[in-house]
């Protein structure tokens, strides 16, 4: 199970080392993967507060080249030596707002993994792609373009996130049978582009407005593993969701 809060644009720097230093405290020895991904200019920061705790360090975004003219870019490598583990990667904010595409998506995946951090493989439809009975035709386009050239030690290595669009920061939560049926469908698409058993590792996160009284229902499902959170990563919520996990396993 992997709890992770994507901050997106939220905090100052001040907010952000108090809350921290307060998860460190109130998240102590949960046993399951817990992550904070703040913005870039927090990270070292908040780095230092993490040491020795049980808390993992993540970022929302890289670039796919190791150094360079790639004015307002930060590099996997960039990241690494803060001591981040896991990046977001193809957020859908990135793809609809910052218009990234699958290719650049499949590259940036590429460099996490050749620095030694996990991406956290962003995918999900829109509301018209849905009510068009689409879902299912974009989640495989958006997976398989990302994990193209992926081989099986690759896989060991990722996370995917199901963010239906339709879903973040609209208080509309997917139903728990809507989400597992599409993070089974996942499941066996990674079985058929790899094996069963690199399929049942990797873990298949939600998001899409997952708050404390609807996180249950959806982590007791068999395919989903856990959640990426967005608003309710910025307070107390946080704490009642891991509460929650820590309950289950
Ligand atoms: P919300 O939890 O605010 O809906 O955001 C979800 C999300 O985009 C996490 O990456």
Redesign the pocket.
């Known amino acids: 199970m992997i709890l992770?809060?994507?901050w997106?644009m939220n905090k100052t720097n001040e907010q952000a080392k108090f809350f921290v230093n307060k998860l460190v405290q109130d998240l102590a020895g949960m046993g399951f993967q817990i992550v904070l991904?703040p913005p870039f200019v927090f990270l070292s920061d908040i780095a230092e507060i993490l040491k020795g705790s049980n808390l993992h360090l993540g970022a929302?975004n890289c670039y796919y080249e190791k150094s360079g003219a790639f004015t307002g870019e930060i590099s996997p490598l960039m990241l690494k030596e803060l001591g981040v583990k896991y990046v977001?990667i193809g957020?859908?904010?990135r793809r609809h707002i910052f218009g990234e595409t699958d290719e650049m998506i499949n590259k940036k995946i590429k460099a996490v993994l050749n620095s030694g951090m996990k991406p956290i493989i962003?995918i999900g439809e829109t509301k018209e792609e849905r009510e068009k009975g689409l879902t299912f035709c974009v989640v495989e386009s958006q997976l398989r373009q990302a994990l193209f050239g992926l081989n099986r030690d690759d896989i060991d290595q990722i996370v995917i996130?199901y963010?239906p669009v339709w879903?973040?920061?609209?208080?509309i939560?997917a139903k728990p049978n809507q989400a597992q049926e599409v993070h089974k469908f996942i499941r066996e698409l990674l079985e058929q582009l790899y094996d069963q058993e690199s399929a049942q590792k990797v873990p298949i996160l939600y998001?899409?407005?997952?708050?404390p009284d609807n996180f249950f229902g959806l982590m007791v499902q068999p395919d989903i593993d856990g959640?990426?959170?967005?608003?309710?990563?910025l307070d107390d919520q946080f704490i009642e969701l891991a509460k929650i996990i820590s309950g289950l396993i």
Do not use: D, P, R
Request: charged share 15%; glycine share 26%.
């Open positions: 992770a809060g994507n997106k991904c929302q977001i957020h859908s904010e962003c996130a963010e879903a973040i920061g609209t208080g939560v998001g899409g407005s997952i708050k959640g990426l959170v967005g608003g309710a990563s």
